[in-house]
């Protein structure tokens, strides 16, 4: 089992940053943030293979958050810059031990362990 637990989450205004984390019990494949918003479809945004560093991310947010990890604290970091209101959703972290080879994980059934969620606010 895998116990992950988020912070920083927030409100935050259009144009602006907001930085989340996730640290995770024990040791994972690949770790990835994923978002829900009222009556929609949890996404897959960004992901990383933890042993090798491959990382993938939605098109919706590309260039704009950056996936990043610090495997000494099995922390898992998602900076977002240049925040649009559309961004708004419950963000959660994931973990897998599932080997995938160089492959990242992307979506939600390829994901074992979840945290509880952080939600994100960004108003206009």
């Known amino acids: 089992q895998v116990q992950l637990v988020e912070s920083g989450g927030g409100s935050v205004q259009a144009g602006g940053s907001l930085r989340l984390s996730c640290t995770a019990s024990g040791y994972t494949y690949a770790m990835g943030w994923f978002r829900q918003a009222p009556g929609k479809e949890r996404e897959g945004i960004a992901a990383?293979?933890?042993?090798?560093?491959?990382?993938y991310y939605g098109d919706s947010v590309k260039g704009r958050f950056t996936i990043s990890q610090d495997n000494a604290k099995r922390t898992l970091y998602l900076q977002m810059n240049s925040l649009k209101p559309e961004d708004t959703a419950m963000y959660y972290c994931?973990?897998?031990?599932?080997?995938?080879?160089?492959?990242?994980?992307?979506?939600?059934?390829?994901?074992?362990?979840w945290g509880q969620g952080t939600q994100v606010t960004v108003s206009s």
């Open positions: 994931a973990a897998s031990r599932q080997f995938y080879g160089s492959y990242v994980p992307r979506r939600a059934y390829e994901y074992n362990y």
């Open positions: 990383i293979y933890t042993a090798g560093g491959n990382t």
